[in-house]
């Protein structure tokens, strides 16, 4: 399998995986990426077996309007029971790097407010060690510098994602050679540099189910496993 089937194969375990606990009030979070996009497609087929959705970015929500399955304001919709999103990289105990596409910060508040996430992948992004994937950071565009330099002292190189621009109006600096040999510590290090919004370490609340799409078939790892 190539790696569009690949992620084809995990959207639908993780459709199978939800779908026995849907009801016309179910609301399902939704992350960003290709691999949820292809989540989002497939949930278009099932459409009335659930209530709606909510959208861990615009582009998401777009997508899921555009299949016409209604998109909820979070603050009307939590507690979630699902959230099934992509990741960058996962490591053996569900802990990732998020934000390639930038919705880090939406992501990691969907994430936070769902009971059980489910981490959808292909294989290439299971890592032994976080970090080969640079890390973004959300951050208020006046304290790029200030940010830039509290990375540096933290033993990061950080890089301006030029010309982007989040759904929330800030910028992205990616992190490259950091080391996140210990997720939980950098997370938190990270969440005190004051004009960094949000980091895409998702360590202190990891993925609950992994469904890595592999060539002998989508593994499911549970975190209890790791
Ligand atoms: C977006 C994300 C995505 O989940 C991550 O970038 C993975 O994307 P893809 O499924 O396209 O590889 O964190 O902010």
Request: charge should be negative; proline fraction near 4%.
């Amino acid at each position: 399998m190539n790696q569009d089937e690949l992620k084809k194969a995990v959207a639908q375990a993780a459709l199978d995986y939800i779908r026995p606990h849907l009801d016309q009030d179910s609301i399902i979070g939704v992350g960003t990426g290709s691999t949820a996009n292809c989540f989002i497609d497939l949930l278009a087929n099932v459409r009335n077996d659930f209530d709606g959705a909510v959208a861990s970015s615009d582009a998401t929500a777009e997508r899921l309007k555009s299949h016409g399955i209604p998109v909820y304001d979070l603050n009307s919709a939590a507690p979630l029971e699902f959230y099934v999103d992509g990741a960058d990289e996962t490591n053996e105990h569900l802990e990732l790097i998020k934000g390639g596409g930038g919705a880090l910060t939406r992501e990691k508040i969907v994430a936070a407010v769902s009971k059980t996430f489910i981490c959808i992948a292909d294989e290439s992004k299971l890592v032994g060690i976080l970090g080969e994937f640079p890390l973004p950071v959300e951050v208020v565009p006046m304290a790029r510098s200030y940010v830039g330099r509290e990375i540096v002292k933290l033993g990061g190189d950080p890089v301006y994602r030029e010309g982007f621009i989040t759904d929330n109006g800030n910028i992205i600096i990616d992190i490259h050679n950091l080391d996140i040999s210990r997720p939980i510590q950098v997370e938190e290090k990270l969440n005190n540099i004051v004009g960094i919004v949000t980091n895409g370490l998702f360590a202190r609340r990891p993925a609950d189910l992994l469904l890595l799409g592999t060539a002998d078939g989508v593994k499911s790892i549970s975190r209890q496993d790791g």
